[in-house]
Nanobody, 117 residues
């Protein structure tokens, strides 16, 4: 079992920045991928970014150049630095853990990000 706890969401003005954190614990596979997903009202949950290693990352086109995903394996923490935020970034952001050579995956409880003036 893997547990994930997100933090760092909040209300920010357009153009502002936020950094989300996700602390993961439990039985962590040595081969895994961590990701951030988001779900806005009336929309499907979508991938924002995911990371296997610092040189192996993927981003949604809508956030490329504005968001940066990183991970600190020693602290078991996943980060999402969000800059130049737009109202359309408003959503609940979820942290996800998935085993690459297995079917197990786990979700955090989500953290609300609201971009509004």
């Amino acid at each position: 079992q893997v547990q994930l706890v997100e933090s760092g969401g909040g209300l920010v003005q357009p153009g502002g920045s936020l950094r989300l954190s996700c602390v993961y614990s439990g039985s962590i596979s040595s081969v895994n991928v961590l990701g951030w997903y988001r779900k806005a009202p009336g929309k499907e949950r979508e991938l924002v970014a995911r990371i296997r290693s610092p040189s192996n990352t993927n981003y949604a086109d809508s956030v490329k150049g504005r968001f940066t995903i990183s991970r600190d394996n020693s602290e078991r923490t996943l980060y999402l630095q969000m800059n130049s935020l737009k109202p359309e970034d408003t959503a609940v952001y979820y942290c996800n853990y998935a085993e690459i050579y297995g079917s197990y995956n786990s979700w955090g409880q989500g953290t609300q990000v609201t971009v509004s003036s």
